[in-house]
């Protein structure tokens, strides 16, 4: 696995391909084989969990514990519940009672190939499995037990009825609509911000971050939540297939309440710009080890 320092040395690119690699392995060993009864199950599980994401929560949970020298292997199993609970949350929204989508990740989306009962099946799993993951591991390693349970609050919080599925709600009701600025920063926060503020929060309180590193973090971490997204709709509107892993211009075509549709794209596209620079300050007085960090935040824009 890779300190920031040495991240700081060798490049993003060979930072981010060398988490992805060690994410992998882990889901890897964490979730059942495809040929284990019911095998239609964990093939679907498998289909979208290897499907080829990017891995952006676990690196960030990876990232901001390495922030404070925790080894990465105490925060391994929480990364990867984090990566289950955003591959389940994008099998449902793919699902036609949902987004509709057909294509995800470059691949079939999973009721497209599985039918939507498993698929339906598969992401409740991913769900539950997450945190089953996170406190079995975390207790088997004897990690505090007090920050294990302020992890599991603040991830269920970030996923739950006040997070990313108020978000989804907010957004479901919103089609179609007329909306403003501060509707789509509401969809977005929730949807898209919580569970990437959430990975970030995780891996700084399994390290015990003082409070007030604790805090500039999570400012980072609400500040990258929101351009990540404002840069996923500003690709949905004009962006290539091949980039993004999905159909272009579903946004458009279901009349979603986006950044791009509020703002206008070279509007949303400042604002990305400001709010990767937001993300930068405030990491400002960490040393080298917050890097990768900085790297990432400059990452997301860079895919614009
Ligand atoms: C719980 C049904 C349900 C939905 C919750 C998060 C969410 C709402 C839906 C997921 C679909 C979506 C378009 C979310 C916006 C956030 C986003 C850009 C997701 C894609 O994240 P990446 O780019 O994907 O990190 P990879 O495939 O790289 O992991």
Same mark, same amino acid.
């Given at each position: 696995m890779t300190t920031g320092a040495e991240a700081a040395a060798r490049g993003i690119a060979e930072y981010l391909a060398s988490q992805r690699e060690v994410v992998d392995r882990a889901l890897e060993r964490l979730l059942p084989a495809g040929d284990e009864w019911p095998s239609v199950l964990h093939r679907a599980i498998r289909h979208s969990v290897f499907a080829g994401g990017k891995r952006l929560r676990p690196i960030l949970c990876l990232a901001a514990a390495d922030v404070f020298g925790a080894p990465p292997d105490d925060v391994l199993e929480p990364a990867c519940g984090l990566e289950m609970i955003h591959t389940y949350s994008l099998i449902h929204d793919d699902l036609p009672a949902m987004d509709d989508d057909r294509l995800r990740r470059g691949q079939p989306t999973n009721h497209v190939v599985f039918g939507e009962g498993m =698929?339906?099946?598969?992401?409740? &799993?991913? +769900?539950? $499995? !997450?945190?089953?993951?996170?406190?079995?591991?975390?207790?088997?390693?004897?990690?505090?037990?007090?920050?294990?349970?302020?992890?599991?609050?603040?991830?269920?919080?970030?996923?739950?009825?006040?997070?990313?599925?108020?978000?989804?709600?907010?957004?479901?009701?919103?089609?179609?609509?007329?909306?403003?600025?501060?509707?789509?920063?509401?969809?977005?926060?929730?949807?898209?911000?919580?569970?990437?503020? =959430?990975?970030?929060?995780?891996? &700084?309180? +399994?390290? $015990? !971050?003082?409070?007030?590193?604790?805090?500039?973090?999570s400012r980072y971490g609400e500040y990258l939540g929101l351009c990540f997204q404002v840069v996923d709709d500003v690709l949905d509107a004009e962006g290539a297939t091949e980039q993004t892993g999905k159909e272009t211009g579903g946004d458009e075509r279901r009349k979603k309440a986006t950044y791009a549709t509020v703002l206008g794209i070279p509007a949303a596209r400042q604002r990305a710009l400001e709010l990767r620079d937001d993300a930068l300050r405030a990491l400002e007085g960490f040393g080298k080890r917050v890097e990768p960090l900085r790297e990432i935040a400059r990452s997301v824009v860079a895919r614009l």
């Open positions: =698929a339906i099946l598969a992401g409740d &799993a991913l +769900l539950t $499995e !997450a945190f089953r993951i996170m406190t079995e591991a975390q207790r088997l390693k004897g990690i505090n037990q007090k920050r294990v349970l302020q992890v599991v609050h603040i991830v269920a919080e970030a996923a739950g009825v006040l997070g990313m599925i108020a978000g989804q709600a907010a957004d479901l009701e919103s089609e179609g609509k007329e909306v403003d600025l501060p509707m789509v920063d509401f969809i977005h926060v929730r949807k898209t911000g919580a569970l990437l503020l =959430a990975a970030v929060r995780a891996g &700084a309180i +399994l390290a $015990e !971050a003082k409070p007030a590193a604790l805090r500039s973090l």
